[in-house]
Each structure stands twice: as structure tokens, then as C-alpha cells.
């Protein structure tokens, strides 16, 4: 079952997701102006600052840095997985398959792959979700799965 999620979707509880859930983000479109900006703070690479320079490199053409588009990828999964009390991660794996470019509007689908209750800790568990940030054409410029820390319900308050 997919979700569309936004900021007015309902919070969801570590009894509330199963295996297979999916939830879909709004979408993101990326510009040259922001690749170069987070550039120049974050990573200050020829391939993300300057078009010209980034056609003689590996990417041919100008790229976000991986790490932008985890921070777009963040930003749209507080937008669309609506889990209490935040998504807190607590490791996990990333890979850039394909570079982000200047005009790519990026959606995240992210499926819950696996829902663990604490056998020492009853007020939570351990919940893996794969984020696949996609272009408008479908291609993956990001993959991440990661292990999130999801609270109960009785936890934060609330009564099922």
C-alpha cells in the first residue's frame, strides 16, 4: 500500500508499520544556482562549481554532490515518512548510482523493509526502510537504506 505522504499526514508508531509499506515524497527540483551554493559551502569540488570545468571531468557536466542530494533526500523524507518523534537514524548504507543534475526534480519512495521491537528496550525498535531518490525519468541518483529508531505509541503519550 502506498502513502502520499505530507506535513498533514497522520504520525505513525512503531505497531502501525509492517514490511512492504511504501511511502511516497512530494517532488524537489533542483537548480544549477543550488548545486553551485551547496558547492561552495560543503564541497568545493570542480564538477559541482562550474559547468565549463565539470565537462572535463568523470561527470561530464555539471553534478550535485552526493551529499546535497542526501540533504534533499532528508528533506523529503521529514515530508512524507510521518514517523513520531522524528526519523532518527541510527546507521545504515548509501550509494549514488547516478549523478543529480541541474533541472532533475527528485521524488523519494521509500518501502519499510523490515519492523524489529527491542528485546531489551519495549518502547521501540529498530525499523529498515529503503529511500530510492529518483529523477523525473525514474533513473536512481540516490539509494539508502537505513535503520531508523521508531518509537511506540505509549511512548510519547498517546493511546492506540
Known amino acids: 500500500m502506498a502513502h502520499d505522504s505530507g506535513m498533514t499526514a497522520d504520525k505513525v508508531y512503531l505497531e502501525d508499520l509492517s514490511e512492504g509499506m511504501v511511502y511516497q515524497s512530494p517532488e524537489y527540483t533542483v537548480d544549477a544556482a543550488q548545486i553551485q551554493a551547496?558547492?561552495?559551502?560543503?564541497?568545493?569540488?570542480?564538477?559541482?562549481?562550474?559547468?565549463?570545468?565539470a565537462r572535463g571531468t568523470f561527470?561530464?557536466?555539471?553534478?550535485?554532490?552526493?551529499?546535497?542530494?542526501?540533504?534533499?533526500?532528508?528533506?523529503?523524507?521529514?515530508?512524507?515518512?510521518?514517523?513520531?518523534?522524528g526519523i532518527i537514524g541510527t546507521g545504515g548504507e548509501i550509494a549514488w548510482p547516478r549523478p543529480t543534475?541541474?533541472?532533475?526534480?527528485?521524488?523519494?519512495?521509500?518501502?519499510?523493509?523490515?519492523?524489529v521491537p527491542s528485546g531489551s528496550k519495549p518502547d521501540r525498535g529498530?525499523?529498515?526502510?529503503?529511500?530510492?531518490?529518483?529523477?523525473?525519468?525514474?533513473?536512481v541518483c540516490q539509494r539508502l537504506v537505513a535503520r531508523l529508531l521508531v518509537f511506540r505509541r505509549a511512548v510519547l503519550g498517546q493511546r492506540a
Open 126 to 139: 529498530i525499523v529498515t526502510v529503503q529511500s530510492e531518490t529518483t529523477n523525473q525519468r525514474g533513473d
Open 38 to 53: 551547496f558547492a561552495r559551502e560543503f564541497d568545493p569540488q570542480p564538477f559541482h562549481l562550474d559547468d565549463d570545468t
Open 59 to 85: 561527470f561530464g557536466g555539471l553534478a550535485a554532490s552526493g551529499w546535497h542530494t542526501a540533504a534533499i533526500t532528508m528533506n523529503l523524507l521529514v515530508r512524507s515518512l510521518p514517523l513520531a518523534g
Open 101 to 115: 543534475r541541474p533541472g532533475d526534480v527528485l521524488r523519494v519512495v521509500s518501502t519499510v523493509l523490515s519492523v
